[in-house]
């Protein structure tokens, strides 16, 4: 069964640092997203991406952050300065466009911890 | 997105059907349920969805009431696996107008499955 994958599984990184993570969405997806969940809390939307532009972001999504499709098959989602508090469980998950299907497919999440 | 109401917690013995409530008493006319399930730090996972017909899968069952103010999950045979957060989740879906492809997650219901 096709699934989402991420890389890396957990990236240790300092205050202030940029850090990429990295997503390869099931291959005939052509919507993309980025959730993430602090220890403990919910899980939260931060943007959707379809056609190579954000279609949704929520008001975690600020100018720290971006996303892109680099080619074909990854999706990443940058961080330009981290902070502590951005410290958590990053998901990357996709969905299909077809008929009224909209499930979306998680992938196992990158566990960023910023010292 | 209509706001949803699940109990925090619920046990279940092993091999038995697992019934899980979710309140949706604001739901609008073009807004789906669907339900998704976290195991312990994994991604979510997609379990089922409907609009106003009972839907059975692989996975469960769902029924929705006749007025959609609330529906109910049924793991028909639960299992140890199946120990996981329950989020029910409504939001505008398919090919209505104003559709949406982002999850708001709540707290969900945490399941547990006894031996």
Known sequence: EPEVTQTPSHQVTQMG??????????????????????????VEFLV??????????????????????????????????????DSAMYFCASSATSGTIYEQYFGPGTRLTVT | DAKTTQPPSMDCAEGRAANLPCNHSTISGNEYVYWYRQIHSQGPQYII????????????????????????????????RDTAVYYCIVRVGGNYGGATNKLIFGTGTLLAVQP
């Not at chain 2, 059975?56 to 529906?71: F, G, P, Q, V």
């Open chain 1, 17 to 42: 640092q940029e850090v990429i993570l990295r997503c390869v969405p099931i291959s005939n997806h052509l919507y993309f997203y980025w959730y993430r969940q602090i220890l403990g809390q919910k």
């Open chain 1, 48 to 85: 959707s991406f379809y056609n190579n532009e954000i279609s949704e972001k929520s008001e975690i999504f600020d100018d720290q952050f971006s996303v892109e499709r680099p080619d074909g098959s990854n999706f990443t989602l940058k961080i330009r300065s981290t902070k502590l508090e």
């Open chain 2, 49 to 80: 969805h409907g609009l106003k017909n009972n839907e059975t899968n692989e996975m469960a069952s769902l029924i929705i009431t006749e007025d959609r103010k609330s529906s109910t999950l049924i793991l028909p045979h639960a299992t140890l």
